[in-house]
């Protein structure tokens, strides 16, 4: 092959691959910086203004209420979101995988929600968690009445701080567990059948084949779904939007961000919330990240 | 590292039934069957909510009457629904589709490099491109409007368009680097000793090869941006506004009526739902691959 065009052969791809990369470095990592740049910024108000102002806005965060109450409910937004979601999940896949009859609509009514925008699931939620009681009671509460349950009406999402937020997981958890079934389901038919009987044949119970040989080899799958799961939590904005508007007390860092931005013009403050979700985010999915690539190189 | 990063997942059941055991759970059978029967009921609640909700008339929407079925078909609230809401959905459509079809072109251009015409970097490149998937938004968001504000003052559609194929680039990429990967090294080899060049490779072999990749990206594209309602919001204005922002907006007016807003809400899923009943399994190929590994 002549020199000419083995360095054709290498100058092809990369020209291809250059206004990808050219848009990635600007709109991603060009952006994450010039975000920094406001974060560190005096620009509050329409006309940008970056005069430097150090780590101010970071460490005013750290002692403002609102974004203290904007943590804890991220805390207790993702534990219930994360825990519901993985727990159904494995449930649905563990059910599933056993052959059971309509399997395939069972599968497909468990993934649809996937489908579906947060904002349409918050806006139905809405209706369904109205926490109307008494001759105004409708939704859930209503139904739960219907059937003599009662006991099981609640103030749903504007039940008192901190636990109103909790509620929000239950439309979240409606809309995910479809993945992480997909994901277990996925899972379980990878292990073989006969380490399953294997087991059994060693006088294994039930129970304890699930116990011992298949959920330690859904490690991998639980650890995606938890990486997955986790960063969307700390994401979170859509669907509280939808089912609250702007109500302080579901308020979350993603929030805060955009109302602090774009209502009251506070663009260093918005700019340096959005950094510290970046990094609660990259904490949780650099480390993954690079794992996935070096099991690969592995391979 | 030829090995994708997610084998291609098929969720498919396995029709080997388990050997030896005689099957005689028949009770566990049925009591799996219920829960699953349960959990159903519970992931239609929403949707049978929205339908009853919608075809009743307002003055059938009392409190208390949420739950009873609806007399008849009553379709004017989709009619007003549709009134409302039928520029955005017109405005979405126009924007879902040619920004999934242009990030899909771009992904399997980016995904044949990145898997069979790898260079010195070409992985580093790749995990630069991944993170972008896993950032939140809010963290580019500023920087995002004012850039936006200066190349497109007006706020229109071709603007978002650019937003979702760029911030659609990482998952694109993936979604074909795995698909290629699964191609023989040989086969593109022997093609090179053929005398064919970096396009008719790309034209001759990975872009037929590819159609069901195709199918995946275009949905799985299609169904977020359709979907998607942070960029929206910031970087277009009423007059070209998707539907889930005016969905939200309709939702939060205390003017509009309730069964209206179900109308409403049950119009702006109905084109994802349609695609995900029509392709659901190339819809839960993208899915995974969002999970880097099944």
Known sequence: ?299 | MTVPLTPPVTVASRRVLPVGRPRRLRAGGVVRFLVLAAFAVFFLLPVWVMLITGLKPFADVSLARMWELPAGFYLENFQAALAALGPNLANSMLLAVPAAAISSLLGSMNGYILSKWRFRGSDLIFTAFLFGMFIPYQSVLIPLVQFMNTINPAGGIPGLILVHVVYGIPITTLIFRNYYATVPGEVVESARIDGAGFFGIYRHIALPLSLPGFAVVLIWQFTNIWNEFLFAIVLTRPDSWPVTVALNNLAGSQIVEWNVQMAGALLAALPTLVVYIVLGRFFLRGLMAGALKG
């Open chain 1, 1 to 299: 092959m002549s020199r000419l065009r083995a360095a054709r052969r290498h100058w092809v791809p990369v020209a291809m691959l250059t206004p990808s990369i050219l848009l990635i470095a600007i709109f991603v990592y060009g952006f994450i910086g010039w975000s920094l740049r406001v974060s560190t910024s005096e620009w509050q108000g329409l006309r940008p203004d970056y005069t430097w102002a150090g780590l101010d806005n970071f460490v005013q965060l750290l002692s403002d209420r609102r974004f203290h109450i904007d943590m804890r409910n991220t805390l207790v937004f993702t534990t219930f979101f994360v825990t519901g979601a993985v727990a159904v999940g494995m449930l649905l896949a563990i059910l599933l995988d056993r052959h059971v009859r309509g399997e395939g609509i069972f599968r497909s009514i468990f993934l649809f929600p996937l489908a579906v925008s947060l904002i349409v699931t918050g806006v139905a939620w809405r209706w369904l968690m109205n926490p109307g009681s008494g001759q105004r009671q409708t939704g859930l509460n209503l139904l739960f009445d219907i059937f003599g349950l009662d006991a099981l009406q609640s103030a749903w999402h504007t039940t008192d701080p901190p636990w109103g937020i909790a509620f929000v997981a239950l439309p979240a958890v409606w809309q995910m567990s479809g993945f992480t079934m997909a994901l277990f389901l996925g899972g379980l038919r990878a292990i073989p059948e006969e380490l399953k009987e294997a087991a059994r044949v060693d006088g294994a119970s039930e129970l304890q084949v699930y116990r011992r040989v298949i959920l330690p080899l859904l490690r991998p799958a639980l650890l995606s779904a938890l990486i997955i799961l986790g960063h969307l939590s700390l994401k979170v904005f859509d669907l509280i939007v939808a089912l609250s508007g702007k109500d302080i007390r579901l308020d979350v860092p993603a929030i805060y961000m955009w109302t602090t931005t774009f209502d009251a013009n506070n663009f260093n403050r918005g700019a340096a919330i959005g950094i510290y979700l970046l990094l609660s985010v990259a904490i949780l999915v650099v480390p993954y990240l690079v794992w996935s690539l070096r099991r690969e190189t592995e391979l």
